[in-house]
């Protein structure tokens, strides 16, 4: 317990200092600094933007398209197909880096449109309280009675499983959590005297809630999204597995390693790619969002070994 | 009189677009080892078949046996229209007493255990069937399997029950045959004799086929009526309601004292969508099955079957929705002692082209499509790594083994993409810009409509390979809800989707006759209407095969429906076991009571 | 407290209300309970009218959700419609179904979360340190496996076992596929070892999420709680360490991981959808799958009256145990 302690102290000394430098520096420019620091997030940062990348620019280098079935089912990995084809005889590489780019697409849009439902929702919620913060809470409990997944299913299967419908399905259940972190962190906010500076000024309640407060939580807004871009990930690759998730022509990670995963002794290269870039990707996100709380929040940035 | 059968694998065509499709997709078995074995194939001729009869033979006690299959059974009552699936046929075919059985092959065999004889004992006025009943034969609780029971299924199916508001008292899944059943008549207890209206070739499928002889005794129990056989369908309305309430709904699920036993087992014991046990019949009179017990169980991933069976869990394993990926498992484990096996379903996929589109009004179009379809492809990639020997499927009328099968596609979908491009330029067709081939500012492309199952999306994806070099473009248009209206309203332009029928000819008729009931796709041909209508004028189904060659011959020249290939079943088992095989129809259980220990 | 739970309940009510009518309209516009039948050979309009009249298809919506409300106060959930279920009444669908999900995940569950906690707050306390780290890709690596490629090399090993003890003479322990359906035997000796050798496969492949998830947040939590201001005072008073530890940061960073558990327990009551289905368990998971795939609104909605009310009881539960634990909160 001994070293906790001092870590913690000697963590606020070095945040003391850096406040402290000679250059007057912003508050933004601190908290980009805490985050370059961060090596963990850094790593992962790096590995994910290399992530990004192989999977919208490889594709038109390789020779063979997504769509190409003119090769033998099941090829073993060599010669053109560097991970071998799948029962269709496509090119297994090119099947991996699409279903990339499409769980890619899919978490970053769940992460960004519940995020942003959340934020306003909670935000004028904290702000105004009272009746109308009663109401979007219940409206809250109201979306958390039901498992997500349940709901996701059954508005996939009346609607479509094309890999927007599934983004929209998911954000539609995923706003709630942050919802409620935001109401917690306006209610706080709110109380503020430069709240309440601005408001005795005249401003109104938008011009509050989106230049005063949201920029005020952007932290913890960062954070949340960081963490609900892998949970998207996550929770596609389980609902393609019950068989209610995207389904060809599009496609995702969670796809492939499904139907490949009870391969992973006959033909390991068809289920280790895609669960690998599953990994790679919820994984390096959560380190990225680690990165992100550290660098927003002074009292835990602590001196790494 | 126009309505194909309608069966229980309706699991096939409705239940397969929605089946659960957890971690299909692909797989296989390139490796080829432990393939379908030659015990596995000639199993589907049972042990007590004899020219067209059967009796059940004797076998050795071997113990309890568990046998999984991929969803459990719902109801002992199979002929109402909302419990009819083939699950519940897969444990009935044991517990239902039946005048014929099917054997591995669909052949229609007699039940000397149950029958003495069922002939055709008048052709005009009207075809007359005398169903002759064994005397002595019983329910488990001890009441005579006799016409009484016969009636009930007759009365229950007639549909000319009909209410004044147009709706009937009973609910059945199909009045195929029975509707043209004018009279049906216990001469006595042991004589059941129907006169049918208009004649029916096929009416070896009534009566049994589909689990539908219940025990009328307990009816008449249940309902206060002292004799079914005073029941007609024009009988007072009280009546009627009292005695359609009860086979409506009495006989759900499984309740002990409402379900007695008329065939070698008897169930004991049900867990709601676990699985159900069979022990044997003591009432039964043939011959005693194998198993002392018999325990099928619900497992509805394929996977997880294949490792229950490696386990010891269970000693057959049976799936008509089978896992590309658990089929090369099981290939591989010949090794120990598991042998496996694979057959073509009792259904077809098919591409269904529109009739109502201008676009397929011209014949060379096709034509075209037709010729640049490699089926070999498709069965290569999408069927052989569960069914080894599978090939493409070549008929609308027949199964392969039934006679009167011939291939009349194979000159007609012969792959080669640029035959196709000479008979579409022959036509004034010509290759845009694109490559796509057009004539007067119109491209040729269209849709293939097809539910949400993987299978569906990748043979689409494979047509549009093999057409795009003939310059068709093809484009995939799946809709999980295809099948609930579109495809009936005639909403396609190209339709896949699968058939799913009993092994009896006169299914085809609806569905491409000149305005038939399930004619959606607007085919008409006048050589197939006429062939038709000479099959239906036969009172004995053998007679009508040329017939219906001729139909199916007809159809293939239009050019206007493609059969692919036929999804398959599989089945395995451990060596504990002599032999089994999965009946397109029955299941795995079909021939259960012949089960013995090897060489015993 | 009495007083604050009645409030709480009567809450609950009007959500659970206007719950339970939004998911019937969504159930009820999902698509048509006939389509399956109606796309079969050989079936007559008769027939179908027969059907719909019979399952009551033919009332407007509201019509139909009321009744289904007040047969559903009254113990009375309707029959399946979907084509095959032979209009099986939904509860005992659900309580059949209840039952199978309950026995397999509540231990596993329970496991996960002592686990879990034990972890996260070790990790927190260790931040950084190597320990810290192999936890966190151990809990990564968890969180995206396909629980179904856990359960398949899982029982791979359970089968070779098996076999082990089969070349020892004995009988073969492990099972892969659901409970046994003749029950877990007579005497007390045989059910232990049926009973343990049904569990153990299943209760660990389903313990991998959850502890993936439990360890994640409980190690979230606590740091921030070490950090916090009544900690350090602790700290500062000179109180032991694992006094500090224990009974000031622990016990509050307690309170996010008991809200997760009770927002997850509907999820887990609602099926491990997964593991449920590839160790053969067909319970509430596999209940729910193929109610939506078949399309069959009285089991969709029954299941999820089953699942909301559960959501909501736990809910309340954790709002009280919020007051044991965080001496600030008075409730009342």
Known sequence: MANVTQSTAV??????????????????????????????????????????LAAFLVPPLLPYNYQDTSSGGFLKPGGGHLLGTDQLGRDTLAQLLRGTQFSLAIAFTVAISSTVVGVVIGAVAGYLKGFLDNALMRLVDLFLIVPQIALAAILVHAWSSTWWVVSIVLALFNWMSIARITRGEALSLSAREFIEASRAAGAGTWHIVFKHLIPNMVGTITVNATLSVSTAVLTEAALSFIGLGVQLPDTSLGLIVNDNYTQVLLRPWLFWGPFLAIVLISMTISFIGDGLRDAFDPRQTKVRA | MRRSK??????????????????????????????????????????????????????????????????????????????????????????????????????????????????????????????????????????????????????????????????????????????QISSAKCQDDQTLVTTFSTPFGDYKSLFGISDEILPAHILEKQTGISDITQVTPQSPADVLTKVSTFWNTGWKGFKADLAPASGPYKISNWTQGQSITLVRNDKWKGNPGGPSQITLKALPDSNAQVQALQNGEEQVLSSAQPDPNAASSLQSLGSSGITYGANAGLNFEHLDLNFKRPLFQDEAVRKAFGQCINRNELVDKLIKQVQPDAKPFNSVIFFPGQPGYTDNYS????????????????????????????????????????????????????????????????????????????????????ALFAWSVAPFHSAGITTYQTGGNQNYQGISVPAADDAFKKALAQTDASAANGDYQAADKAIAESYGTFPLFQPPNMWAYTSGIDKAYFQSYYGALWDANEWQKPNS | MFQYLIRRLLISIPILLIGSFLLFLLVASAGDPLAALKSKPGVT?????????????????????????????????????????????????????????????IGAELIALVLGISVGVFSAVRQYSIFDYIMTSVAFVMFSMPI??????????????????????????????GPPPGGFGNNLGQVIVNYTGTFILPTISLMTISFAAYSRFQRASMLETLNADYVRTARAKGLSASRVLFRHAMRNALIPVSTLFALNIGAIIGGAIITEHVFGWNGMGTVLVSAVTNYDPPTLMGWFAVTATVVVVFNLLSDLLYGILDPRIRLG
């Open chain 3, 45 to 105: 309009a008769a027939q179908i009218h027969t059907l719909s009249v019979q399952l009551g298809l033919d009332h407007p919506v509201l019509v139909r959700y009321w009744n289904w409300l007040t047969g559903f106060v009254r113990g009375d959930w309707g029959v399946s419609v979907a084509l095959g279920e032979a209009q099986t009444p939904v509860i005992d669908t659900i309580s059949s179904a209840l039952w199978i999900t309950m026995r397999l995940v």
């Open chain 2, 411 to 494: 000159d007609k979908l012969i792959a080669n993409p640029s035959t196709a491009k000479q008979t579409l330029t022959a036509d004034g067709w010509a290759p845009g810009p694109d490559g796509i081939m057009a004539k007067g500012g119109q491209k040729l492309s269209f849709k293939i409509s097809h539910t949400d199952i993987p299978r569906r999306k990748q043979t689409v994806a494979l047509l549009q390979s093999e057409c795009k070099a003939a310059g068709i473009d093809i484009q995939d248009d799946t809709d999980p809800h295809f099948l609930d209206k579109r495809v009936s309203d005639g909403d396609y332009d190209v």
């Open chain 3, 148 to 177: 179904a490629c856990v359960a398949v090399v899982i029982k791979g090993y359970g089968i070779q076992f098996n076999d082990v003890l089969v070349s020892l003479h004995l009988k073969r322990w492990l099972t892969t596929a």
């Open chain 2, 6 to 179: 309608a069966i229980p694998a309706i699991a096939v065509m409705a239940g397969a677009a929605l089946m659960l499709t957890a971690c299909g997709g692909s797989g296989g078995g390139d490796q080829g080892s432990g393939s379908t074995s030659g015990g596995a194939t000639s199993g589907a001729i049972a042990k007590g078949e004899s020219g067209d009869t059967y009796t059940a033979p004797k076998v050795n006690d071997m113990g309890a046996v568990v046998v999984s299959t991929d969803k459990p059974f719902v109801a002992y009552n199979n002929a109402t229209a909302d419990s009819v699936q083939s699950y519940n046929s897969y444990a009935l075919i044991q517990v239902l007493a039946r005048p014929f059985i099917l054997d591995g092959n669909n052949k229609v065999l007699l039940n000397k255990d149950v029958m003495d004889s069922v002939d055709v004992t008048s052709t005009s006025p009207n075809q007359v069937v005398t169903w002759k009943i064994k005397k002595g034969v019983e329910w488990s609780d001890g009441a005579p399997w006799n016409c009484k029971d016969f009636y009930l299924a007759w009365l229950s199916e007639s549909g000319q029950d009909v209410k004044p508001d147009k709706t009937t008292y009973f609910n059945p899944g199909s009045t195929t045959g029975y509707s």
């Open chain 1, 11 to 52: 963590g606020t000394a070095a945040a003391v200092r850096s406040e402290f430098d000679a250059k007057a520096r912003s508050q933004s420019s601190i908290i980009f600094g805490r985050f370059v620091r961060h090596r963990a997030a850094m790593i992962s940062l790096g590995l994910l933007l290399l992530l990004v």
